[in-house]
């Protein structure tokens, strides 16, 4: 059941405001929807990775509380900028400068009413930090004729990382809603925490810059053929198969036959070719020079005398992988690599032994 206005204990004029609230409380969550809905559309299109987007409308026993602290500061409801707020939550600190220039690109920016709270704290405090946007919605972006005045109301865009969220959720909890003062020791175990909210927010954010240092650096070393220098690893292996460097191989196995090369992704060979014991781009590079003879011998015993038209883009590197895996350790090599590549099959030790007995026979050119 609907409170009377009355019950709230609040002033006349507060009371006025509380009542104009009900009244546009339609047009609020139109709002609400619009705004969250152009902040997704937008996020989406920059292609930008956020921990969540969210939107809402102050509840009327929310808003009281406000006007029964603070309503004199406000002439009426459209004084109030956070009846209708919005909350971006980013993953890493960097990235709330990041969206802050999307929403300003979005909407209207009220400059003289945001507010970047991460300045506001001194050298040696710790606490609430968040970058807050007071906006409203252009006509040129939307317009809802059955609300004409929408786009005059102003709301709240708050931007912040996760970490910070959990602070301000934390202190909001614990402080502003409990209806009483906090004592002083509850205070320090606060700032604590929230100091060291902070120095994990911050060492998130250096800890991914580095590895993304460090990927740039292995695709530039992968460029260059500084394969020696790369360790072997899912980033560093795609970037090393993006150069094709079993091209050549496919192509002379395809024109055994005059056949056609499907592409298939060589990712799944990585887990296979670390257990043959190879650690850097530069052991794979070494493996394929040493090992492509022998291979496309291989390859003239697998479908020479055949009718197959079409090979896979990883049947050189498949080759190679057979001979290198031989070398190591026999049949029982090659049965381990494919039980690695394929999973563990009764056919693994068959093939295994069948692969091994036509390289025993090959002499390489």
Request: proline residues 2%; contains cysteine.
């Given at each position: ?147 004409p005045e929408l786009n005059g109301i102003w709301f709240e865009v708050q931007m912040r990382t996760t970490l ?202």
């Amino acid at each position: 059941m609907e409170k009377r206005i009355e019950e709230y204990g609040l002033d006349l004029h507060c009371s006025m405001i509380l009542e104009e609230y009900r009244e546009k409380l339609p047009m609020f969550n139109r709002l609400s929807e619009v705004a969250l809905e152009q902040l997704k559309g937008c996020i989406v299109r920059s292609r930008l990775i956020v921990s969540g987007v969210e939107a809402r409308v102050k509840t009327e026993q929310s808003l009281a509380e406000k006007l029964e602290l603070k309503g004199n500061k406000y002439h009426s409801i459209s004084d109030i900028t956070d009846i209708v707020g919005a909350r971006i939550i980013t993953f890493y600190s960097d990235e709330v400068d990041k969206i802050s220039a999307l929403v300003d690109s979005l909407f209207e920016v009220d400059w003289n009413n945001s507010v970047d709270k991460r300045k506001l704290l001194g050298n040696d405090t710790f606490g609430y930090m968040s970058l807050h946007y007071i906006c409203r919605i252009p006509e040129t972006l939307f317009r809802d004729e059955k609300f004409p005045e929408l786009n005059g109301i102003w709301f709240e865009v708050q931007m912040r990382t996760t970490l910070q969220h959990v602070w301000a959720s934390m202190n909001h909890d614990t402080g502003y809603k409990s209806g009483f003062e906090v004592p002083t020791e509850y205070i320090r175990s606060l700032s604590r925490l929230a100091g060291l909210l902070e120095l994990a927010d911050e060492e998130f954010g250096r800890i991914r810059k580095e590895l993304t240092d460090y990927r740039r650096k292995m695709e530039s070393l992968v460029k260059d053929g500084s394969f020696d220098e790369v360790s072997l690893n899912s980033d560093t292996f795609r970037s090393y198969l993006a150069l094709d460097p079993f091209g050549p191989l496919n192509e002379r196995i395809a024109s055994i036959n005059q056949a056609e090369i499907q592409q298939l992704s060589g990712m799944p060979y990585l887990e296979p070719m670390r257990l043959l014991g190879l650690k850097t781009l530069g052991d794979v590079e070494n493996m394929r020079k040493r090992c492509s003879s022998k291979a496309y011998r291989l390859a003239l015993h697998q479908i020479g005398g055949t009718d197959l038209d079409i090979i896979s883009s990883t049947l050189g590197m498949q080759n190679v992988c057979f001979v290198y895996a031989a070398e190591l350790g026999g049949a029982k090599g090659i049965e381990l690599f494919l039980e690695i590549l394929n999973g563990h099959s009764e056919y693994n030790a068959v093939t295994a032994e069948k692969i091994f007995s036509e390289l025993s026979k090959i002499h390489e050119m």
